[in-house]
């Protein structure tokens, strides 16, 4: 079994890769829950729905988030009520949050809703939330502290990010299962998320951190930076926001003490010199993940890495 650590797009362009070569059965997932936010009274949970809706190969894969073919029509019909319409949920994404929402008044956890949603559409990846508990990311910048939603999606991302803060972090508990999944794993990969939003809160729950420093196995991660500019997403404003530099040797100094080796784009092979000081392998490859071909190779790679010999057969 190999366990991945997982936010957004990134990660999920290497677990559509990784898919092609491992059983879905061996391949558990940990997803940030942090970028969680109440929207109309209804719960929605961006990272765990797109992982959802991808391996349900109903993704919009062109945005990335939300279902593709989906209709806007109830979000044009509550704008006329004068409700904000900054994020776009379709109307069959509506379901989902709707769903979630029922589930969790009735007493639901976010593990057993990902469960029954896994179930639904038939996915056999196990995909866990990094908690049950409530954690919010809040931004805070030059114009004022937003929760990440905002800050991303109805600010586009372009306040200066003064630091972050994972409200209710400290006393967050690991998922069931997340502590299992990492002692039990044969690989680790960290992917190519944003350290600070996306993979910074898996990390940040209590107990994940220590057991990810204690596992025996190869941990690898894939930077999500290329040069100074992140793959996708705000991980460079969230990098330097909170003091660091916003390059591949940046990524790796979070991660020292947790990963074996980072896999770096080829354009910065200068860098490796510094990371292998950090007590960290450096493989330099093409990282960029455009094509279905540039997934499969990046993931092949990566298993190759782990040591790891998965047949899908
Ligand atoms: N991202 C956007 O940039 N604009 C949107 O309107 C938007 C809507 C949306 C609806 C449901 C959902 O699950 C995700 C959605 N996202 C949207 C993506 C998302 O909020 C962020 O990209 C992630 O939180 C970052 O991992």
Redesign the pocket.
């Known amino acids: 079994m190999i366990t991945v650590l997982s936010?957004?797009?990134g990660s999920l362009k290497l677990i559509q890769g990784l898919v092609n070569f491992i059983k879905p059965e061996e391949i558990t997932l940990i997803v940030?829950t942090a970028?969680d936010f109440e929207w109309l009274g209804l719960y929605?949970?961006?990272?765990l729905?797109?992982t959802i809706y991808l391996l349900a190969g109903l993704l919009d894969i062109d945005?990335?988030?939300?279902i593709k073919g989906d209709t806007f029509h109830f979000l044009s019909m509550i704008k006329r009520y004068g409700y904000e319409d900054?994020?776009?949920?379709?109307d069959q994404?509506l379901a989902t949050h709707l769903h979630r929402t029922i589930l969790i008044k009735k007493g639901h956890t976010l593990t057993d809703i990902a469960t029954k949603l896994c179930h639904t559409f038939n996915i056999k990846v196990k995909i866990l939330p990094m908690s049950d508990d409530k954690v919010t990311t809040f931004v805070k910048t030059d114009q004022g502290i937003f929760p990440?939603?905002e800050f991303?999606?109805k600010r586009k991302g372009k306040d200066k990010v003064l630091g972050v803060n994972l409200e209710g972090i400290r006393e967050a508990k690991p998922a069931p299962g997340v502590i299992e999944s990492i002692t039990k794993a044969e690989g680790i990969i960290i992917g190519p998320?944003?350290p600070v939003t996306?993979i910074g809160p898996i990390l940040g729950v209590p107990g994940i951190r220590k057991t990810l420093e204690s596992v025996r196995v190869k941990r690898i991660c894939i930077s999500p930076i290329v040069g100074t500019e992140p793959v996708s997403?705000p991980a460079g404003n969230l990098l330097s926001g909170i003091g660091l530099e916003v390059s591949s040797f940046g990524v790796a100094s979070i991660y020292q003490g947790l990963i074996d080796e980072i896999f770096i784009d080829n354009r910065d092979k200068a860098l490796a010199e510094r990371i292998r000081k950090l007590g960290i392998k450096v493989f330099c490859s093409d990282i960029i993940m455009k094509s279905e071909e540039d997934k499969m190779r990046l993931a092949k790679l990566v298993i190759k890495n782990l040591g790891a010999t998965y047949d899908k057969n």
Not at 44 to 47: A, F, L
Not at 63 to 66: E, L, T
Not at 86 to 90: K, N
Request: charged share 15%; proline share 3%; no cysteine.
């Open positions: 936010g957004g797009t940030n970028d929605v949970s961006p990272d729905d797109t945005k990335f988030w939300g900054w994020f776009s949920v379709g994404d990440f939603q991303w999606v998320s944003n996306s997403g």
